[in-house]
């Protein structure tokens, strides 16, 4: 097999169970995100954009759709004969059958692929982040500064410090302390979870650090302690530009935000750097006599008979005659019927929200679909649930089934 | 429908197209927002489970072949058979390329010759509709036909009837005559230029009709079919739009405003596919106001659209007002143009407070790439 300098390593197999029932019964990697996307959409694309063609997925909770999803990979343009994209889901092999234990331990059931690829650098990276990163660049600094390993970091506010891994650096850019989610943040550089090792090096530390039971074999915890420990050449690449981590309700929904900022927070109309992803076989959205859309993401498929304010539509959303919705995003086939109103929610797939019905009320008692996930304001309605006609959810509310609380 | 294979008859010899036709053939016209008009045919025999589909281009086949590429959105990227350009064939120096239909067609005899299937599905790609080949080709068979013709009926005479192919047919179904172009038309029934034949009889029948020197399919070929061999007709009962004109272009276009239209085109189980762009969501602004109109991805608005299609990647600006109109691809209209029952082509410039107003069955064609 042609030899890859460089291969990349997502981890996609996380539950992100804050996104409550968003990822009951798909993988954190394959929720809909920003009109047209799934949120893996953005490091296969950035990974295309930086020439790196060969990619593993690593996929564990829920994989079915992200499987399907990615397919043949030729979406984005990784259906090739030499690397492409491979899913990777754990394998039973002759000694023993385990699930991934942690993010390390993921790569190191899969050496063996890697190993196949004889890359010199393995990019590790995320598959829940929404942001655009040449990786080649990333590499390229690594390269020079004869790293070990590289860490993305990104300046974020210092009140925010305590919720990210974070790296303190010397002024050449060496790596001299890391601390995840530390209490009294010595730095405000983030670690984005994007990697860069030599993977020599990596391999020689994924084995040691499955040799010790103690472990939980992850990156943050493990990996890279351990090899600042033992003082090997750590360097911090610093990212500027948009990085957002979308693990919660609320955070998914303000990304999806930042797209309808004028000018956007976070622009997708940008040729040189295209999001793609799976594009759905549908004409055409169509705004009816009487409709209004402003401030709006719409895309194909939709029908707007209703009035749409400040939300991004999926593919395939029909919004009636008299319905209103705002700051709402609403996924892929769902219906907002007659005279509904929808206000600051998240609409799973193939949901009806019945007529007349309020989601986001601030009259109605919240105490009904309340849930830990769903906070400032915003409500989330489950996908293929039906909100009957009529009915009013309060803000902050988890609909999984109607009737039922939402725990998930 | 593994016994029936498709040809798709890309020619550029319709006149009344105008400018938009200009750099290319009437199966690429853009159409319906992202479509282009070869789009319907070709997902209409996918959708028929034809799995051999060659494409025989004359002239400014480019648009065409960059928008079929390797078949990859209609499936069509196979091993066995696939997608197939069959470009004018040069003999000698003399090519076919302003020549007939029966020329184009001895120039894909190879084509046909290697295939396997027993049956053809001539088309013109030209033609909106969204059906299925399965019932007409079992009454093909059932019929013991030579040909069998493909038409709807128009109910009325109406102007684009006397540019068509009109069919008389008995209540048997076979075709007694054949009107091409006529002032008077005798019938509605008017021809959606798709005919199934046996492929060894199309062989036949190219190789006698170009022996003879005649050059045109539907004139001289099978006007004489219809005395010497069986020649039966398909009734399509369902939507059908023609497009053979600058007028019919655009009413067809505006057809797809029709709720019921729409849905009997794009939103059946039969899907239309085209050429994928990755095209971000259309972006809607505080200052857009929109009004019973079609718009692709990849837009952003910010002015005043009634009653338009509106392609892939359009702007428009602030102010700008775009009514009973079709924007195609890549355009820009700046701010407080006036746009008007007008056709804007690929990749324009409207600069600010420009005004462009056609009537609504005469409509003003911007050609590609103006900067106005």
Redesign the interface.
């Known amino acids: 097999m042609k030899k890859a300098e460089c291969l990349a390593m997502i981890l996609a197999g996380g539950q992100g169970s804050r996104l409550g029932v968003l990822t009951k019964s798909v993988a954190k990697p394959a929720v809909p995100f ?3 996307y799934r949120i893996i959409d953005f490091t296969l694309s950035n990974c295309i954009h930086s020439g790196i063609y060969t990619v593993g997925v690593l996929t564990q909770y829920q994989p079915l759709e992200l499987n399907t999803y990615i397919g043949s990979g ?2 984005w343009d990784l259906n090739r004969n030499s690397g492409g994209v491979y899913v990777l889901p754990p394998y039973q092999s002759a000694e023993k059958g385990e699930w991934y234990k942690g993010t390390a331990n993921a790569i190191y059931q899969n050496i063996e692929f890697v190993d196949k690829f004889n890359p010199k650098y393995v990019v590790i990276l995320s598959g829940d982040h929404i942001y655009k990163m040449d990786y080649a660049k990333m590499v390229e600094y690594h390269k020079e500064k004869n790293a070990d390993a590289t860490i993305a970091v990104i300046e974020v506010p210092w009140e925010e410090a305590s919720r990210f891994g974070i790296m303190t650096a010397d002024e050449n850019g060496k790596i001299v302390e890391f601390a995840e989610k530390p209490k009294e943040p010595k730095s405000n550089l983030a670690s984005m979870g994007v990697y860069v090792f030599t993977w020599e090096v990596l391999k020689k530390y994924l084995q040691n650090d499955e040799k010790d039971p103690q472990s939980s074999n992850d990156f943050g915890k493990n990996i890279i302690p351990t090899m600042l420990g033992n003082g090997e050449n750590m360097c911090a690449y610093a990212f500027e530009g948009y990085w957002k981590d979308v693990g919660t309700v609320q955070s998914l929904w303000e990304a999806n935000m930042d797209i ?1 900022a ?1 000018p956007p927070a976070f622009d ?2 940008d040729n040189n750097w ?4 799976r ?1 759905p ?20 498929g939709c029908n707007v008979m209703g009035s749409v304010k400040h939300s ?2 999926f593919e395939g959303v029909t919004v009636e005659k008299g319905a209103v919705v705002e700051d709402s995003i609403v996924f892929p086939g769902s219906i907002i019927r007659e005279g509904a109103i929808v206000k600051k929610a998240v609409i799973g797939e193939e949901a009806v929200i019945g007529k007349g019905a309020v989601i986001g009320d601030e009259n109605t008692d919240s105490s009904k679909y309340s849930s830990p996930y769903c906070t400032g304001g915003i409500s989330l309605i489950g996908g293929g649930v039906t909100v009957s006609e009529n009915e009013k959810i309060g803000v902050n509310s988890m609909v999984v089934e109607p009737g039922q609380k939402g725990e998930n | 429908m593994k016994d029936m294979m498709g040809i798709i008859m890309a020619d550029n010899s319709e006149l009344r197209l105008n400018e938009l036709t200009e750099f290319r053939s009437v199966p690429a016209l853009p159409f ?3 479509y282009r008009l070869v789009d319907f045919i070709l997902s209409n025999m996918v959708n028929s489970g034809i799995i051999n589909v060659g494409v025989a281009t004359s002239i400014n086949y480019s648009s065409l072949m960059d928008h079929l590429g390797s078949g ?1 959105p209609w499936d069509l990227n196979r091993k066995i058979y696939g997608l197939f350009m069959l470009p004018p064939y040069v003999r000698g120096g003399v090519s076919d390329i302003s020549a007939g239909s029966v020329d184009q067609l001895y120039g894909v005899l190879t084509f046909l010759r290697r295939s396997r299937q027993q049956y053809v599905l001539l088309a013109s790609g030209r033609t909106v509709c969204n059906m299925t080949f399965d019932a007409a080709l079992s009454q093909h068979i059932e019929k013991g036909a030579d040909i069998t013709v493909i038409y709807h009926d128009k109910k009325e005479k109406d102007e684009q009837l006397s540019h068509s192919t009109v069919y008389e047919v008995n209540e048997d179904g076979r075709v007694t005559g054949i009107e091409t172009e006529p002032h008077f038309p005798k019938t509605t029934l008017q021809g959606m230029g798709m005919f199934i034949i046996g492929r060894l009889k199309l062989i036949e029948l190219i190789e006698d009709a170009y022996a003879r020197g005649s050059h045109d399919f539907v004139r001289d070929l099978l006007r004489n079919a219809v005395n010497t061999l069986n020649v039966f007709g398909y009734e399509y009962k369902g939507f059908v739009g023609t497009v053979d004109s600058v007028r019919s272009y655009f009413e067809v276009n505006m057809k ?2 029709d ?1 019921d239209v ?1 849905k009997e ?2 939103g059946a189980e039969n ?3 085209t050429k ?3 095209q ?19 837009c ?1 608005i910010e002015g005043k659209v009634e009653n338009s ?2 392609f892939r990647g359009v702007h428009i600006a602030k102010g700008a007002v775009v009514k009973n109109s079709i924007v195609m691809q890549n355009s820009v209209i700046e701010e407080n143009c006036d746009i008007e029952n007008t056709i804007i082509d690929k990749e324009c410039t409207l600069r600010a407070s420009k005004r462009l107003v056609g009537q609504p069955n005469y409509p003003v064609i911007l050609p590609k790439r103006t900067l106005l």
């Open positions: 920003g009109g047209k030729h979406p309808l004028d997708l109309h295209k999001i793609y992803s594009n076989v549908k004409p055409p959205h169509y705004i009816a006599k009487g409709a209004s859309v402003t401030n709006c993401c719409v895309t194909e991004i539509l | 319906g927002g992202r990859a797809m405003l709720a729409r085109i794009f899907r239309i596919y994928v762009k990755d971000v969501p259309t972006q809607y602004k505080e200052t857009s106001q929109i009004s019973d109109s079609l718009i692709a991805d990849g952003v299609i509106i």
